[in-house]
């Protein structure tokens, strides 16, 4: 298969909705993670979305260049050419942009598709995330207004986010207070500011007691039974059965119950990255270990080509990360629901 038109990735969404499912994205920062999400998706027999971080698209460019739109156009032209030899489908998103970095990085990535789609060629991503997070609920409903005008011209979906996710993801620390919970006020304030899909597409991330990062079990209090009374309140006002896209932010050690109340309650689309950053480099850990004394010339010795190859742990660390993914369709409930 391939990318995701917008089309395509309306479809995707629509699917996961009606059936009960989402989709797992992955963050990635390199090509070997990349080539493992596609592994993982392709095990599983799922579609998803591969994303990229402020940092991770500078990673993309060269860790001593850090330009980020380069990194993130990269990113999406290696995909484009990798993901033909996997029979799934992916779409390509942009993930937590601060309001520091809009203009150096989705606007000027907006713009390129925008062009892209007059041109009659297909933007390079599909969808771009503002985390509007750590400014009033007021100016992050004003600044998501006109990134969505900006999303409709470059045929792309909007991802915005509703409320607060505790932690810290590229330099924006969530504080770990009430604001970890939206309101049903806050979700009528979102339909208000941006309607409910005439004004063009977008997913939220409604918060529920999320947090980035890795946690013990019982630090984070997650309540997505609060998902439910949103989209209850909403749709009832405007008429429309669960009228909002969700994202599961800050998923990392959350129980399959908590996941499965998520979805039921219209998650969609469910971040992972803390977790397959782990099994990525895990069996990387393990390989040097084991062999030592293959990988280290020491003592006048020569090592072991065949243990310090880059392919060699390398296909370890895509593996160990691949197999994760595949844990998470099968939470997520998209195994074998890939588009034909």
């Known amino acids: 298969m391939a990318i995701a038109t917008p089309e395509v990735y309306n479809e995707m969404i629509d699917r996961a909705k009606e059936q009960g499912f989402a989709y797992p994205a992955i963050n990635v920062t390199s090509s070997q993670t990349l080539t493992a999400a596609l592994q993982g998706f392709a095990e599983a027999e799922s579609d998803g979305i591969i994303q990229v971080s402020v940092g991770g698209a500078e ?16 990113m999406a032209a290696y995909a484009r050419e990798v993901a033909k030899n996997y029979d799934v489908t992916v779409a390509l998103h ?29 933007p390079a991503f599909q969808s771009h995330m503002w985390d509007g997070s750590a400014v009033e609920l007021e100016e992050n409903l004003e600044i998501a207004q006109e990134l969505l005008e900006l999303s409709q011209k470059a045929h792309t979906i909007l991802e915005i986010e509703i409320g607060v996710v505790g932690g810290e993801e590229d330099g924006v620390v969530g504080e770990m207070n009430e604001k970890l919970y939206t309101t049903v006020a806050d979700g009528m304030a979102t339909v208000e500011a941006l309607g409910l899909g005439e004004n063009g597409r977008y997913m939220t991330a409604l918060t529920f007691g999320n947090v980035h990062g890795v946690y013990k079990p019982g630090f984070v209090k997650l309540r997505p039974e609060l998902l439910g009374e949103i989209q209850k309140a909403v749709g ?25 109340t998520a979805v039921n309650n219209g998650v969609i689309k469910m971040n992972i990255d803390t977790d397959t950053q782990y099994a990525f480099t895990r069996p990387v850990a393990d390989w040097m270990l084991k062999n030592y004394d293959g990988v280290i010339k020491a003592d006048g010795d020569i090592g072991n080509k065949k243990m310090y190859d880059p392919r060699a742990w390398g296909k370890a660390a895509e593996k160990g990360m691949a197999d994760r993914i595949v844990e998470a369709c099968q939470q997520l409930g998209s195994v074998g629901k890939r588009m034909r």
């Open 236 to 260: 009832e006002k405007y008429g429309k059965d669960q009228p909002f896209d969700l994202v599961f932010h800050g998923g990392s050690g959350s129980s399959e119950e908590e996941i499965a």
């Open 59 to 74: 990673y993309w460019s060269g860790s001593t260049r850090k330009d980020r739109v380069a990194g993130s156009l990269a």
């Open 94 to 122: 942009t993930d937590h942009c601060a309001k520091g970095n809009i203009d150096s990085w989705v606007r000027p990535l907006l713009e390129i598709e925008a062009e892209q789609v007059k041109n009659g060629e297909l």
